[in-house]
């Protein structure tokens, strides 16, 4: 079972960097692509950014890919999403996950606790 761990959520104003990471619990590389998702109150979860396991292939949502990056760790394997430049509508609940070997935002294997993102105007 994939147990994921976040860290680095937090308030910033707008302009403001965060990093937020993720670590796995159990031996994931080569295995299972990593992504990011965010939840806006009032809206539905959308996928934000993936990475495959030998970091070779990574997506970036278009409406932040000049502001986020997205890279990995194999020791232990841990994910992160630098956001630089936020924006109020930035914020949101940011979840790690797990996705299958088809590295699809639809194919879900495990998800993080959550991290609280919010920018201030």
């Known amino acids: 079972q994939v147990h994921l761990v976040e860290s680095g959520g937090g308030s910033v104003p707008a302009g403001g960097s965060l990093r937020l990471s993720c670590t796995a619990s159990e031996y994931v590389w080569g295995h299972l692509c990593l992504a990011w998702f965010r939840q806006a109150p009032g809206k539905e979860r959308e996928g934000v950014a993936l990475?495959?396991?030998?970091?070779?292939?990574?997506y970036v949502k278009e409406a932040v890919k000049d502001r986020f990056t997205i890279s990995r760790d194999s020791a232990p394997d841990t994910v992160y999403l630098q956001m630089n430049s936020l924006k109020p509508e930035d914020t949101a609940m940011y979840y790690c996950a797990a996705l299958d070997t088809s590295c699809s935002f639809n194919r879900v294997h495990a998800w993080g606790q959550g991290n609280q993102v919010t920018v201030s105007s």
């Open positions: 990475i495959n396991p030998p970091s070779t292939i990574t």
